[in-house]
């Protein structure tokens, strides 16, 4: 798998239509996309982060979607974020950390 940086029109796709929010969130500083390496046209993944509801005064990132398709290899999600905080740190060195919420309405804990 590749994860890689893109612009929000090459995962708005994927996250307005699958993630159940239905919509990108404001702010966003930084998108990937994740890739089978065989196919790097077609994402089957996508992240966003963006300066969050509260503004974070750029101290804090804030990871605002996650969608990957049912179908991925196990721990896809977890490569998959591993890989975009990697590159993170390298384009916000001065960032101190990413906040991340859980819907317990969606049955996130």
């Not at 404001?26 to 077609?42: E, Q, R, S, V």
Request: with cysteine; net charge positive; aromatic share 14%.
């Amino acid at each position: 798998m590749k994860v890689i940086k893109c612009n929000f029109k090459t995962i708005s796709e994927l996250i307005l239509q699958y993630h159940y929010l239905h919509k990108m969130p404001a702010g966003l500083l930084a998108c990937f996309a994740l890739y089978n390496d065989d196919n790097l046209i077609n994402p089957i993944g996508a992240a966003c982060f963006s300066n969050g509801r509260i503004q974070y005064d750029k101290i804090y990132l804030d990871f605002s979607r996650l969608y990957l398709y049912d179908e991925v290899p196990k721990n896809s999600e977890s490569f998959f974020i591993a890989q975009c905080v990697k590159q993170l740190k390298k384009q916000f060195p001065d960032y101190k950390g990413i906040v991340s919420w859980a819907d317990a309405n969606q049955g996130h804990r």
